[in-house]
């Protein structure tokens, strides 16, 4: 035990020991039907008073960071405020736009909010505890792969917002839809990389066993990796200060501006139940889970079982406060320097680390095997990755997106469809002006 | 095994009742007064774009986009099952997946040398 | 014949049925739909044949990004909004034939080939996992592995000269 916590990070086991009170893989698939009911409808009502209550705290906090008041008049300290809000939506009419899909458009704010709501189902929120002589782990289930299953319902949510935006009939959202969605995509692939480096310690994709490894030593400690992640995590969910599709000033309201009453709804829960999802995978996967904070999880009490629902939802709010005060703090990025930071920064730096790390670990794995000579190929190797990843940019000055003289004249005149040209791209000289006929 | 799916699928049964309900409930919970104006398509009070009859054009980078996107994925997908059998492979898998995100590397710095990252 | 049986047949009609809608659908967006519901019946094909890994990728990848692509692709060259697209070309009855004789032939195939091949799914129960399968592709099949690094190159290369022509003249 001693040994364990005197080691350094880098030689942590692939596995660490599991405590009884930590959930592997294996303790899933044996509850008994009402305790797998009681579980979900937990999770179900968790999402649902935390969207609640996450809309009151981001007008508050706002508010506050803005010398203002806030909403105060519903319930206590205006808590109330989701709920009314909620309310109030539902009695407004619902207005189906003329040139409207129907079907896809009934379909999609479903398709946007039911990703939404799984994707929490193989998080870990607390350990082990016995719920009326049935000894369970606080999660309402693990899978081998649970953080692909993750990925996978976050990529399936693109297409609440794609289908959205296309069945609405109507040019902004059009446009708010494709700009939203590219934006999701972008951003999910460096927030997948920034994850590897964790894997690479933890040696599982399931949560509870990722959890369990970080018994000693969260994963913060992979400082890029968290970092990478985060930055992704609020591109991925559409959140300030990369919350392009719905930038009033040019989109109206984005991919769901021809929404309304309990569809809208449904679009503006799935969006705060994702940034939950995506703080608690945060939590999760970087933040010890329901581990008590450092000195605390010295004390086995405070570490395990029941209590370690405290501690993740204290973690929980605490990224989410974040969420909220990079709204509040930071204006809204250009289309292009968002793109520009995704594909450019993020990426090559999540791969590069990446393969810090992996050289990192094969030190300590390959110690073992006394091949210590192999190792400087592997740092070589490394070295010219960082140097073929700066090669680009320094050959060639990087210079898009700048200018902020040089912007060419915005030409709409010789487009049937009212398309704004980005600022520098080049109008094709083949595309005539044409007649629109009108519908 | 497949036990371990069994609560995913009872999230989804409760999770699609609930969307499926308020997108049902919306239509009886609000008032009905038609409008013609109303069922236009939102343009911030200006008459509404007439419907593009096969002629829209969409910058093309959202395709390319698209296609970097399915490329990383497939690599993320590989870096994935790599990662959690790291400790087994040691050195050998490091350069083997050195090799790999190498070549794709060379891929991705033509796509930027090309502009293709450009959204200016 | 257990209930995983009857599942398994019944997605395997669900994928072939909106298969079928795929190809019939009036409208681009409705079958990139209909694919989409397609692809995750295979998924679920996938998981109850204990393969997770498989079926979450497939989801990932096929369902997740390359329809997304194909969203993309048709919002570019065409302007979806609004039914009414004329997908339906006179090859019609040729393109049916085509199918159904290739499918004809893969079944038989199939059938033939894979007649007595059993696979115990409670003995092999787990090995779908992330660590079994990088175990073997890692280990057995890196050269695969490698070359699809160069696969993903060629692809990209052939979207740049697809969208960027100008840039090539240069």
């Known amino acids: 035990m001693n040994q364990l916590i005197s080691t350094s990070p880098l030689s942590l086991p692939s596995r660490a020991p599991v405590a009884a009170t930590e959930a592997t893989v294996s303790t899933f698939g044996h509850d008994p039907w009402w305790l797998i009911l009681g579980k979900v409808v937990a999770v179900f009502v968790f999402l649902v008073l935390i969207t609640l209550f996450l809309i009151w705290a981001e007008r508050r906090i706002v508010a506050r960071m803005q010398q203002r008041l806030g909403p105060n008049r519903t319930g206590p300290f205006g808590l109330g405020q989701g709920l009314a809000d909620g309310i109030k939506l539902a009695l407004k009419e619902e207005i189906i736009p003329a040139m409207a899909d129907k079907p896809v458009y009934f379909i999609a704010p479903i398709v946007a909010t039911i990703p939404a709501f799984l994707a929490f189902a193989v998080i870990p929120v607390g350990g082990v505890v016995s719920i009326f002589g049935h000894v369970t782990a606080l999660q309402v289930t693990d899978l081998p792969v649970a953080v692909l299953f993750i990925l996978a319902c976050s990529s399936f949510g693109v297409y609440g917002i794609v289908l959205g935006g296309w069945a609405s009939g109507s040019t902004y959202p059009l446009l708010g839809a494709l700009r939203s969605a590219a934006q999701v995509i972008s951003y999910e692939v460096s927030l997948a990389l920034a994850l590897v480096p964790i894997f690479l310690y933890a040696g599982s994709l399931s949560t509870s066993e990722i959890v369990a490894a970080q018994n000693r030593f969260w994963f913060v400690f992979l400082v890029p990796s968290f970092v990478i992640y985060m930055v992704s995590a609020v591109g991925e969910t559409n959140r300030a200060p990369f919350d392009l599709p719905e930038a009033e000033g040019e989109l109206v309201g984005g991919f769901h501006t021809e929404y309304s009453s309990l569809k809208f709804a449904l679009f503006f829960l799935a969006e705060y139940i994702n940034m939950t999802t995506v703080s608690a995978v945060a939590t999760t996967l970087f933040l010890g889970g329901w581990h008590a904070p450092f000195l605390l999880s010295r004390v086995p009490v405070l570490n395990s079982g029941w209590f370690g629902l405290v501690w993740f939802t204290l973690k929980l709010l605490t990224v989410l406060f974040g969420f909220i005060w990079l709204r509040g703090t930071l204006p809204r990025l250009r289309y292009d320097q968002f793109m520009r930071l995704g594909w450019k920064l993020l990426i090559p730096a999540s791969l590069v680390w990446l393969l810090l790390v992996a050289a990192m670990r094969t030190l300590v794995v390959e110690d073992v095997n006394l091949r210590r000579n192999l190792v400087p190929v592997g740092i070589v190797f490394v070295v010219l990755l960082l140097l073929v990843s700066f090669w680009p940019s320094s050959k060639k000055p990087d210079r898009d997106g700048e200018g902020e003289d040089g912007h060419p004249e915005i030409a709409v005149g010789n487009r049937a469809f009212p398309v704004p040209v980005l600022p520098g791209e080049q109008t094709d000289p083949t595309l005539a002006p044409r007649e629109v006929t009108r519908a | ?120 | 014949m257990t209930t995983k049986d009857v599942v398994f047949g019944a997605l395997g009609l669900l994928a072939c049925c909106s298969g079928v809608l795929v190809v019939t659908a009036r409208n681009v967006i409705h079958a990139a739909l209909w694919l989409v519901v397609t692809l995750g019946a295979l998924a679920a094909c996938y998981l109850l044949l204990t393969a997770d890994f498989v079926a979450w990728v497939q989801v990932l990848i096929y369902a997740g990004a390359i329809v997304v692509l194909l969203l993309f692709a048709a919002m570019l060259t065409r302007a979806p909004v609004g039914p009414g697209q004329d997908l339906d070309s006179g090859n019609r009855p040729a393109a049916a034939l085509v199918a159904g004789g290739v499918g004809v032939t893969l079944v038989t195939l199939l059938v033939q080939a894979f007649r007595s091949a059993y696979v115990d799914l409670d003995r092999v129960a787990g090995t779908g996992a992330g660590r079994p399968i990088g175990d073997a592709l890692f280990r057995s099949y890196v050269l695969p592995f490698e070359i699809a690094s160069v696969l993903l190159l060629a692809a990209l290369v052939g979207a740049i000269v697809l969208t960027r022509p100008e840039i090539g003249r240069r």
């Not at chain 2, 989804?12 to 997108?23: H, P, T």
């Not at chain 2, 996107?69 to 959690?84: Q, T």
């Not at chain 2, 995100?101 to 040398?113: D, E, H, K, M, N």
């Open chain 2, 1 to 120: 095994m497949g036990h371990v799916y069994m609560p995913i699928l009872v999230l989804f049964v409760l999770a699609a009742a609930f969307a499926v309900g308020s997108v049902t409930a919306a239509g009886f919970t609000g008032p009905k007064r038609y409008n013609r104006a109303k069922v236009d398509a939102y343009e911030c009070g200006i008459e509404a774009t007439p419907q593009p009859v096969g002629t829209a054009h969409f910058p093309v980078k959202y395709y390319l986009t698209a296609m970097l996107f399915i490329v990383f994925d497939i690599e993320i997908i590989f870096l994935y099952p790599w990662a959690v059998t790291f400790s087994k492979l040691g050195f050998f898998g490091l350069v083997e997946m050195v090799l790999f995100i190498g070549t794709v590397f060379v891929a991705y710095a033509y796509v930027w040398r090309r502009g293709g990252l450009q959204w200016d």
